[in-house]
């Protein structure tokens, strides 16, 4: 790897923060769901996660101690601004602003994600990214953001995986919510429109770097044969009707300035979004990186007339206890697949495993599965760097077990074990390993 490649361990603010009123702090669609307790298994709350809010000083001394060059981690929209097109919460920038002092602090490099799911319950209410006007009230967040922190912030990502911010079982509105093609097609347009207005903002600050890091399964060719390659390029950036989980639907606008022709044709003219002048413009503006989250990819072969066909995996096939497919190759062809297409810095924002941890009486977790999968899969990533990928970085998820989203606290993804009884934190294998593997 290169020297300037950076190792990094990431998180979000709803999945490890807590303190859900502190210091001013307004809802957000996910403080709602786990109130319900309809929406999170097990009615696992949001409340505590990892009381990172308040426990920030302990993670960070981990965070020194494993060594890593950059933490990735996200701002909640709903402390800095009330209620998220509200007053500005003076104590929650506040907070952020401390917090990157300290890393900077601690020679760790802060990657800000602007939004990694935790909508506003109050603009949620006004439609959410349903309507257009949250783009006014996104380009404002990040202006606050960015007279905040954005001189001492040299790397922002706009959006996380927002191809799971469509809901439905997903992160970024409420399950029950029902929306049709049409509705769908607008939301996806509308965070466009909001990652172009936070690019705009964003670019105000020379020393800014803006990254996107949508997700989507990788896709491996079944053999090496060239009709496979082929078959498995094309099934990553296909497009199919009522299936917003592809990459290029999110990412060809950004880049190319323009929806894949595909999305044109599958679509009916009547569900296709309001694209108006000037929007595409808009999203397009240059980035400078281009990240992907990646912890699985699918099997695909070509169907023998220049199609492609997804395979089960054989019957050897290893799954976590996300039922994901343990399958490191996807961090080869991922990146590569990517990078030939986008042809921008590349990094790895997400990657890691959720498998079953033991804490033993002398309080270890010997989670070797999670050391096994970590190595395999940074060695595929470093094959795609050598056979040409320009890759920059690697981001295991997550430093601290946390809270998986629907998922409650019973999947945990973390280098460090957290109590979520006493909250106390307790390295794992994988923390010494990947500790270990990064060590320059
Ligand atoms: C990704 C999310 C992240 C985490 C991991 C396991 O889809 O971006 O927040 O939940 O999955």
């Known amino acids: 790897m290169k020297n300037e490649f950076i190792w990094g361990v990431a998180t979000a603010a709803t999945q ?127 202006e606050v953001v960015v007279d905040a922190i954005g001189h001492k912030v040299n790397h922002f990502i706009t959006f996380n995986e927002p191809q799971c911010i469509l809901g439905a079982r997903l992160g970024g509105t409420i399950p029950e919510a029902k929306y049709s093609a049409r509705d769908r097609n607008t939301m996806v347009h509308n965070l466009l429109l909001c990652h172009g207005e936070a690019v705009k903002v964003l670019r105000k600050c020379k020393n800014i770097k803006i990254g996107y890091a949508p997700c989507n399964d990788a896709r491996i060719p079944l053999t090496s044969s060239k009709e496979d390659i082929e078959a498995a390029r094309q099934s990553y950036f296909d497009v199919r009707r009522g299936d917003l989980s592809g990459v290029s639907v999110f990412s060809d606008p950004i880049i190319f300035g323009n929806y894949p022709k595909k999305y044109y044709e599958v679509n009916r003219i009547e569900d296709l979004p309001d694209i108006k002048e000037g929007d595409l413009e808009l999203i397009s503006q240059p980035i400078d990186f281009y990240c992907q989250n990646i912890y699985q990819g699918l099997y695909v072969k070509s169907d023998g007339n220049g199609g492609y066909k997804i395979v089960k995996p054989n019957k050897n096939a290893v799954y976590t206890l996300m039922n994901w497919v343990v399958s490191p190759e996807s961090l080869y062809w991922g990146p590569k697949f990517l990078y030939e297409r986008y042809k921008l810095p590349f990094y790895i924002t997400e ?63 973390g280098l460090v074990y957290v109590d979520f009884e006493t909250y106390e934190r307790i390295p794992k294998d994988s923390f010494y390993f990947y500790k270990n593997l990064i060590k320059k």
């Open 16 to 142: 490890i923060e807590g303190a859900p009123n502190q210091d001013g702090k307004t809802e957000t669609i996910w403080d709602v769901m786990s109130k319900d307790g309809a929406f999170i298994s097990d009615s696992h709350q949001v409340d505590t996660a990892d009381d990172s809010y308040n426990k920030f000083n302990e993670d960070l001394e981990l965070m020194k101690e494993l060594g890593v060059g950059a933490y990735r981690f996200s701002l909640n929209w709903a402390r800095i601004i009330k209620d998220g097109d509200g007053e500005i919460n003076q104590k929650g920038l506040d907070y952020y602003s401390k917090l990157v002092d300290d890393l900077l602090d601690a020679n760790i490099e802060p990657y800000i994600t602007l939004f990694h799911w935790d909508l506003p319950y109050e603009l949620y209410k006004k439609g959410g990214w349903l309507n257009r006007d949250i783009t006014k009230a996104f380009k404002r967040y990040v």
């Open 351 to 413: 990657n890691g495993c959720s498998v079953t941890d033991i804490i033993t009486e002398d309080k270890k977790v010997h989670d070797s599965p999670r050391c096994e999968y970590i190595k395999q899969y940074i060695y595929q990533f470093k094959k795609a760097i050598d056979d040409g990928v320009d890759g920059r970085g690697y981001f295991c998820w997550s430093l601290l077990d946390n809270l998986e989203w629907f998922e409650g606290y019973k999947k945990r993804f």
